[in-house]
């Protein structure tokens, strides 16, 4: 019986060991935080997009300087929906400036997409032909319906 | 397994009965009417008799759940710890845990290819990751 019970529990170390061991080594690509500090999707995007440690400082040098430009949009939009939301709690009826809100809504999520497909383009050229056109598919699966989805179907 | 009867008859084959042949019938008769109420039979069992039933009870009770417990806790105690089966046992666990890591491994990736796909778009494009999330009513 006892050598039963030695056996048993090497079995079961065995497994726990193999267990750890394997998904320690399937998991390594899976960066949670880059070394240089940068952000882990963008770990993701080099690893995704098979990036050449050239082509990933380009991206990070353009995705450093898209940033503020994004921020700027979205402290306009921020502003803009906020004005939108008093009015429509103060006014009753139809005002112009609910109208001219709107505007501004509109126009400010039109200038954030329009930059956001410039940097695209830009990140795009700095990929290879075929990462850059699954690349420039994932933005526009985006664009249109909000979701990755297209782009997760199709795995590097 | 009954004991075979044979019957002596009382007068030899051939000798003529003084009353005839009618009254020699009836003697046979009634002396093997006789003999058959006081036969009493003795039967004297096979010799494997007692080990042929323990055998037979011992064949059912191997047939029942209990019987396939028994055997393979037997099993258990005696076979399994032997070099062989032992390490064929370690060899199906580091395959069963290695192939656990893969699957679950592989449903992490996926998640997490799910996931930054999603942030780096969000970081690109807040205003449709603010348009996309569920805003409270007026």
Redesign the interface.
């Known amino acids: 019986?006892k050598?039963?019970f030695?056996?048993l529990g090497?079995?079961?170390a065995?497994?726990?060991?193999?267990?750890?061991?394997?998904?320690r080594h399937?998991?390594a690509?899976?960066v949670a935080v880059t070394p240089d500090g940068t952000?882990?999707?963008?770990a993701?995007?080099k690893h995704?997009f098979a990036l050449t440690p050239a082509q990933y400082e380009k991206i990070l040098a353009l995705?450093r300087a898209?940033?503020p430009v994004?921020a700027g949009?979205?402290a306009r939009?921020?502003a803009a929906?906020q004005r939108l939301e008093t009015l429509?709690?103060e006014q009753q009826g139809w005002s112009p400036d609910e109208g001219a809100a709107l505007d501004e809504i509109a126009r400010?999520?039109s200038e954030?997409?329009q930059a956001?497909l410039r940097?695209?383009y830009t990140v795009a050229a700095c990929m290879s032909p075929e990462e850059g056109r699954r690349y420039l598919q994932?933005?526009d699966t985006?664009?249109l319906s909000?979701?990755?989805a297209d782009?997760?179907a199709n795995?590097h | 397994m009954f004991p075979r009867l044979s019957f002596s008859s009382p007068t030899p084959p051939g000798s003529a009965p003084p009353g005839g042949p009618n009254s020699n019938s009836m003697q046979t008769d009634e002396k093997l009417q006789q003999t058959l109420r006081v036969w009493q039979p003795s039967p004297s069992a096979a010799p494997d008799f007692n080990h042929a039933v323990w055998r037979r009870v011992a064949a059912e009770e191997d047939r029942g759940l209990s019987g396939v417990l028994a055997r393979l806790g037997d099993w258990?105690?005696v076979q399994?710890?032997r070099p062989a089966y032992?390490s064929a046992?370690?060899l199906?666990?580091?395959?069963?845990?290695?192939a656990?890591?893969?699957l679950?491994?592989?449903h992490?990736?996926e998640h997490?290819?799910?996931q930054?796909?999603?942030?780096?778009?969000d970081?690109?494009?807040?205003?449709?990751m603010?348009e996309?999330t569920p805003r409270s009513t007026?």
């Open positions: 019986m050598k039963l030695i056996v090497l079995a079961v065995v497994g726990l060991v193999s267990y750890f061991c394997c998904y399937a998991m690509s899976v952000d882990a999707e963008l993701w995007l995704e995705h898209y940033q994004c949009h979205c939009y921020m929906r429509l709690k400010v999520r954030c997409h956001m940097y695209a994932m933005i985006r664009l909000g979701e990755p782009m997760m795995p | 258990l105690v399994l710890p032992a046992l370690l199906a666990t580091a395959l069963l845990g290695t656990v890591a893969r679950e491994a592989s992490a990736r997490y290819r799910e930054s796909a999603r942030r780096y778009l970081s690109i494009d807040p205003i449709s603010m996309s007026r």
